[in-house]
């Protein structure tokens, strides 16, 4: 699959292979299952495929690396096959390296590269681009490192400072997509307010990804009786506001909604400069 023109936030479409997934844990647990989701996703207008076989949602318990290669790469293996943009959703150093052996084009890791130490290195060497997200610890702590004093200013600084130590440990810094890791250490107004300033995670030069699709602080909105359904739209909306701020990438679980979303958004551009 091609890569989109410049300038266009690109979709990375959820794929969960995991049974523990905080909102589609279980449905696509098989691999045909998987496959047959990615394909609904692409048709749908998604650009990348990301892949994950642990679940990162609060609380979760982690997996061994050896269950999350099982679930996950004969689902990228197939995909990559049939010429589809994958990413793997990981923080194993060994099932980066084993997904990129299967095709996987980027390589998505919540922790930064600080659950592994051997990630940095593992990337150095396959040389793909990398998401490195803010976190401050793994699912089952993160809720309590969510203190801050200056939401945007701490994010911020810890990414940067993140970005520094790969560089110095040899990342090329040009392969570095960030992500401010919406919902993870953080609560829902720590959420919207890096949202409101996404314009300064911009200014600092590299790819923003954005994944806000379905998360507890897009529930919290809406109110208790809110469906997926609700959240994805107010996803969608998240991710056109995103992409007129300029982000690289949102990552979202339901395609089409975001697909019309940016289109729009593509659409007022074009009419800015017409």
């Not at 292979?17 to 047959?36: E, K, L, Y």
């Not at 790469?73 to 990981?90: K, N, Y």
């Not at 790819?207 to 208790?224: E, Y």
């Amino acid at each position: 699959m091609t890569e989109p023109g410049a300038g266009r936030t690109r979709i990375m479409g959820v794929v969960n292979v995991t049974p523990d997934s905080f909102s589609d844990g279980g449905q696509h647990a098989r691999v045909d299952d998987a496959i047959a989701h990615a394909l609904r996703l692409l048709g749908d207008g998604a650009d990348i495929i990301d892949v994950g076989g642990e679940s990162t949602r609060p609380g979760a318990t982690r997996v061994s690396a050896e269950e999350e290669q099982r679930r996950v790469l004969p689902v990228i293996a197939e995909l990559a096959s049939r010429g589809v943009t994958v990413s793997v959703d990981t923080m194993n150093a060994d099932t980066a390296a084993r997904a990129a052996e299967r095709g996987a084009s980027y390589i998505n890791d919540v922790s930064g590269g600080l659950a592994d130490e051997r990630m940095a290195a593992t990337m150095i060497e396959l040389d793909l681009p990398w998401v490195v997200m803010h976190w401050r610890g793994h699912s089952a702590t993160m809720n309590d490192r969510a203190h801050y004093q200056n939401t945007v200013a701490e994010v911020k600084g810890e990414l940067v400072n993140r970005v520094s130590q790969l560089v110095e440990q040899g990342v090329n810094p040009a392969r570095l997509i960030l992500d401010p890791g919406l919902g993870f250490a953080k609560q829902s107004v720590h959420n919207w307010q890096i949202l409101a300033r996404l314009d300064e995670f911009v200014r600092l030069g590299s790819p923003i990804v954005i994944g806000a699709s379905r998360k507890r602080f897009i529930a919290t909105l809406l109110g208790p009786e809110a469906d997926y359904a609700r959240r994805d739209e107010a996803t969608a909306t998240v991710s056109a506001l995103a992409a007129r701020h300029g982000v690289w990438g949102v990552r979202v679980h339901d395609v089409a909604k975001t697909r019309t979303a940016l289109d729009v958004v593509e659409a007022w551009k074009a009419g800015e400069q017409s």
